[in-house]
């Protein structure tokens, strides 16, 4: 068995591909041996795979598209979540929800685990006629930090994931206006990226890290989220059972996973907009200069997956 060794930004239920595949044996079909860990703080992560030790990243593409720009070179090559699972949370009930509705209010993003609620929040909103020059965003805190003060009165809006956007809708304290799994449409919302020498080894151990999880991916879309409880109870032992299983159908329906891992062209270029509108990077890339395509072209010819 190879190692295949991933340095995640987080445990998340939209990354339920990755650990489905460890489950239904599909990594071992490829005669890899998978394991994850979440180093803290999380930009660690680039440390990790810059020594070597580690073979890849499980985050956000905005990093390999910033890093690019203005540091150096990493290569996506997989898609694990198509959708952003974040909820916006307002302090009184709205009612037909448009995007302008953001127009002079104070609306908290947390910044504590990386620039891309903000970028995203404020990306969706210009997309969706809002003046954005009018919106008082706040990103430079943690999201508990936001959770806690949204509370004590701080804001209009907080953007939070959803278990805490529960605590607040329970406590009283706030009315779900927006579940960015549907508002925010599609983009690359989390990848596996990898540095360049690594996605050229000889044992192809990036594509073949991609059939398993393409493998799972399509399992998942086949299967009731119930079918990942053992998953759900051992990672998010503080989440109500039910409520996260009801999660993952609600991704399911909603498209978090896409019907393949690959990074779509269009999703990439929407992304990069928001970035550069954004000012973290000078222009959008050709989709060859972020994705290296190849780990997914080997898992589809191998799945007979038609391109």
Not at 146 to 155: M, S, V
Not at 162 to 185: F, I, M, N, P, Q
Request: aromatic content about 12%; some cysteine; charged content about 25%.
């Amino acid at each position: 068995m190879d190692s295949f060794k991933i340095s995640a930004t987080g445990l998340s239920i939209n990354y339920m591909p990755e650990y489905l595949a460890q489950k239904l044996g599909y990594y071992a079909d490829e005669g890899i041996e998978v394991s994850s860990y979440v180093p803290s703080p999380w930009t660690k992560v680039l440390t990790d795979i810059d020594s070597g030790e580690y073979h890849c990243v499980v985050g956000g593409i905005w990093a390999p598209s910033i890093y690019k720009c203005w540091v150096k070179e990493y290569r996506a090559f997989a898609k694990v979540a198509s959708r952003c699972p974040l909820v916006m949370v307002s302090r009184t009930p709205v009612k037909d929800f448009s995007w302008k509705y953001l127009e002079g209010k104070i609306v908290l993003v947390s910044g504590g685990n990386g620039a891309s609620p903000g970028m995203f929040v404020s990306g969706c909103a210009r997309e969706g006629g809002a003046d954005v020059s009018k919106i008082r965003f706040v990103h430079d805190f943690t999201a508990p930090m936001l959770f806690e003060c949204f509370q004590g009165g701080w804001g209009d809006i907080v953007v939070l994931k959803s278990d805490l956007a529960s605590r607040l809708v329970s406590a009283g304290k706030g009315h779900v206006v927006a579940d960015l799994t549907v508002w925010g449409k599609a983009v690359p919302w989390s990848v596996y990226y990898s540095l360049p020498e690594f996605l050229d080894r000889s044992d192809n151990l990036a594509g073949r890290f991609t059939t398993a999880l393409q493998r799972a991916t399509t399992w998942l879309l086949e299967h009731d989220g119930e079918e990942c409880r053992d998953i759900l109870e051992r990672n998010w032992p503080k989440v109500q059972i039910d409520a996260a299983i009801d999660m993952v159908n609600m991704f399911r329906h909603e498209g978090m996973w896409d019907a393949t891992v690959n990074i779509k062209h269009g999703e990439l270029a929407r992304w990069e907009n928001f970035m550069v509108e954004s000012n973290v990077i000078a222009r959008p890339y050709a989709y060859d200069e972020i994705v290296d395509s190849r780990p997914f072209e080997y898992a589809a010819k191998k799945l007979g997956i038609q391109q």
